[in-house]
């Protein structure tokens, strides 16, 4: 039987150790489903009750990636609304769906009918997952689908993701809530050093909200940097 602990201070998320190396983990929602391909984890308590978890590949989410690179906050816990911009056939967000829990809600949000489908599927078994098709530089047309949130996390490959995620979070994030942003400089401007975009849209970012940490996601995944910012 694993060890299964918390991973360092973040609520809902865990690890165990296996053949030496860290495995991030999160306590399957619906147990018996697997999202991804993922491997299950189990762990029986002293009182024989059995939990399950699901393996977090850091590889194939860049949240996963951002908490295997010590960031210090992703500013989502048990019970939290979350809105996530970019959330292809739904790896991640299944994550996020088993952190906030059954009382919590994550509002996927895609452009690509093709994935929003694959993203409908996981939204049958997980009952906090709220499927919406809708361009995310145009948050005045979801508006009337979606409440404030405690966190607004993007994961976009556009050129224009930080005003993209500005918008978001100013139109729907809670005073002091966090806003997570996994950015690709690629998408930005191909031709660029990604270190001088990184510095370029940390300027960006610091005139509408607060940076609460910054990593690079290598070698997780290539020219990507993590913003985490706070509402002011």
Same mark, same amino acid.
């Given at each position: 039987m694993p060890d299964i602990k918390q991973f360092k201070h973040f609520k809902g998320v865990f690890e165990t150790k296996d053949k030496g190396r860290t495995v991030l983990l999160t306590k399957n929602l619906v147990p018996g489903k697997i999202v991804y391909g993922e491997f299950l984890y189990y762990y029986t308590d002293e009182q024989g009750v059995?939990?399950? =978890?699901?393996?977090? +590949?850091?590889?194939?989410?860049? $949240?996963?990636? %951002? $908490?295997?690179?010590?960031?210090?906050?992703?500013?989502?816990?048990? +019970?939290? /609304?979350?809105? /996530?911009?970019?959330?292809?056939?739904?790896?991640?967000?299944?994550?996020?769906? &088993? *952190?906030?829990?059954?009382?919590? $809600?994550? =509002?996927? $949000? &895609? =452009?690509?009918?093709?994935?929003?489908? &694959?993203?409908? =599927?996981?939204?049958?078994?997980?009952?906090? *997952?709220?499927?919406?098709? %809708? &361009? %995310? +530089?145009k948050p005045e047309s979801y508006a009337h689908l979606i409440c404030e949130v405690d966190t607004v996390f993007m994961d976009i490959a556009q050129k224009n993701q930080a005003e993209i995620f500005i918008k978001n979070c100013k139109a729907f994030l809670k005073p002091g809530g966090f806003g997570l942003l996994a950015l690709k400089a690629r998408s930005v401007d191909v031709s660029r050093n990604p270190k001088d975009i990184f510095r370029e849209i940390r300027t960006k970012l610091e005139k509408e909200l607060s940076i609460v940490d910054y990593r690079e996601l290598d070698p997780f995944e290539r020219d990507h940097a993590f913003f985490v910012v706070k509402k002011k």
């Open positions: 059995k939990t399950e =978890f699901r393996e977090w +590949n850091p590889e194939r989410s860049k $949240l996963g990636a %951002a $908490l295997m690179k010590e960031v210090s906050q992703i500013g989502m816990k048990e +019970n939290d /609304y979350i809105l /996530y911009l970019g959330c292809s056939t739904g790896t991640t967000v299944s994550h996020v769906s &088993d *952190i906030v829990g059954p009382n919590g $809600l994550v =509002f996927a $949000l &895609d =452009f690509a009918p093709r994935v929003l489908r &694959d993203m409908v =599927f996981v939204a049958e078994d997980r009952k906090n *997952i709220a499927p919406i098709m %809708a &361009d %995310a +530089n």
